[in-house]
């Protein structure tokens, strides 16, 4: 049982890059998260997801997109990557109700 | 709109000590609140929650307390040890955040340091 596993770990992109953060989880979990922590602060939610197929906003969506075809897997995708993205993405889950979140350890992204 | 704020952005204590952080809340609908530790270049890992019917809740040297009547929510830690030297977050699950199931709201952590 891994949990919730990320990937990748670092990353640097240049202005305009795209790329796609990994997250998947082997609890069998409906309810998907990412977040964004920037230095110094707390997480900031990004976009989230109550299964396969649902996904929805959350406080700061703009610049990143999401999908949820399975119930294992919920890529970040960053399509223009921006200097102000450059932050420490974390993926979590949970099963149902307020309880219960799991979180991965974590990417990196720094774009310059 | 809402937040979820801490008094004490550092927090320097002498090993074998007890340490208190302290968190504020705005939103009186919260109905969950969680403590988080996150050690450097790791995700947050769980340490203890409550649920807004508690005023109490005590876990293996760790006790959260929520003032409900003030918004407040603190994190006491027995006897701290190096090893509890992390930054410590507070979240509140806020229902209708995103969601009929609420969503966690952070804040902005607390860092503790152990002296040994």
């Known amino acids: 049982n891994a949990g919730v596993t990320q990937t990748p770990k670092f990353r640097i992109l240049k202005i305009g890059q795209s790329m796609t953060l990994q997250c998947t989880q082997d609890?069998?979990?409906?309810?998907m998260y990412w977040y964004r922590q920037d230095p110094g602060m707390g997480l900031k939610l990004i976009y989230y997801?109550?299964?396969?197929?649902?996904?929805d906003k959350g406080e700061v969506p703009n610049g990143y997109n999401v999908s949820r075809s399975t119930t294992e897997d919920f890529p970040l995708r960053l399509e223009l990557a921006a200097p102000s993205q450059t932050s420490v993405y974390f993926c979590?889950?949970?099963?149902?109700?307020?309880?219960?979140?799991?979180f991965g350890s974590g990417t990196r992204l720094t774009v310059v | 709109g809402e937040s979820v704020g801490l008094h004490l952005p550092t927090l320097s204590v002498q090993e074998g000590d007890n340490s208190i952080i302290n968190c504020a809340y705005s939103?009186?609908?919260?109905?969950?609140f969680i403590w988080y530790k996150q050690e450097s270049g790791k995700g947050p890992q769980f340490i203890i929650d409550?649920?807004?019917?508690?005023d109490k809740r005590q876990g293996q040297r760790v006790t959260v307390l929520l003032n409900k009547t003030v918004k407040h929510l603190s994190l006491q830690i027995a006897a701290t040890q190096p090893g509890d030297s992390a930054v410590y977050f507070c979240?509140?699950?806020?229902?209708?955040?995103?969601?009929?199931?609420?969503?966690?709201?952070f804040g902005k952590g607390t860092k503790l340091s152990v002296k040994p």
């Open positions: 979590a889950s949970k099963a149902g109700g307020p309880y219960g979140y799991t």
């Open positions: 609890m069998n979990h409906n309810y």
């Open positions: 997801s109550v299964g396969a197929g649902i996904t």
């Open positions: 939103n009186s609908a919260s109905d969950y």
């Open positions: 409550i649920r807004s019917n508690m």
């Open positions: 979240a509140e699950n806020t229902p209708n955040y995103g969601g009929s199931q609420g969503n966690l709201i």
